[in-house]
């Protein structure tokens, strides 16, 4: 090989190189753009989305939280009086706990709700004295419940169980 030729060679070696190395760049250049345009896709989905999904517990919070009042402000000026503010009752004149700690969790909710609308041999028909929707009732169901325990709400018959 004359000289002339090796330095032809040794440039068209070195222009193959550099083709290869910018083809090198460019293929992780593009990763990195993919990678860079792909975190801020999720990114705008969480910023747009996250708060959406967030919304419908919010709501579902709110509204129990309002049955949830409306039934501890009947209860207290209604059951209160003779079941106890925290639903201990009076077994010295055979007013039953619904706390748990008695048989209340035996009862499915629509017995129960029977009970509070119309009483029962010795209990007034609270309920239907005051005129009580069913919403009224359930409000005061939902709100002596929270007195039971996971166990309790499990074991009580009937479907609504909750
Ligand atoms: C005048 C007293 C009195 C008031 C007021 C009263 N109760 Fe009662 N409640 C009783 C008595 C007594 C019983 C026992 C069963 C019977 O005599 O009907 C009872 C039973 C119950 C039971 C059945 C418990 C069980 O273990 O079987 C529930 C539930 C209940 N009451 C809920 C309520 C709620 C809720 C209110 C308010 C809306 C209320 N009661 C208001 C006296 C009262």
Redesign the pocket.
């Known amino acids: 090989m004359g000289k002339q030729k090796r330095i032809k060679r040794q440039n068209q070696d070195d222009s193959a190189n550099s083709v290869a190395e910018k083809s090198f760049i460019d293929k992780h250049f593009l990763k990195l753009v993919l990678g860079v345009l792909t975190l801020a896709v999720v990114l705008i989905a969480s910023v747009i989305f996250l708060p959406n999904l967030n919304k419908p517990e919010q709501v579902e919070v709110q509204i129990n939280q309002e049955v949830y009042n409306h039934g501890k402000k009947?209860?207290e000026a209604?059951?209160?009086?003779?079941?106890g503010l925290e639903g201990v009752?009076n077994m010295q004149?055979?007013?039953?706990?619904?706390d748990g700690s008695?048989?209340?969790?035996?009862?499915s909710d629509e017995?129960?709700i029977n009970?509070?609308m119309h009483?029962?041999?010795?209990?007034?028909a609270?309920?239907a004295n005051?005129a009580?929707s069913q919403e009224d009732?359930e409000a005061?169901?939902t709100?002596?419940k929270q007195w039971w325990k996971p166990q309790h709400k499990r074991a009580q018959p009937g479907e609504i169980g909750e």
Do not use: R
């Open positions: 009947l209860y209604n059951c209160a009086s003779c079941h009752g004149v055979q007013i039953p706990a619904l008695m048989h209340s969790w035996h009862h017995w129960l009970q509070i009483g029962g041999i010795n209990m007034p609270v309920g005051l009580w009732a005061v169901l709100y002596f």
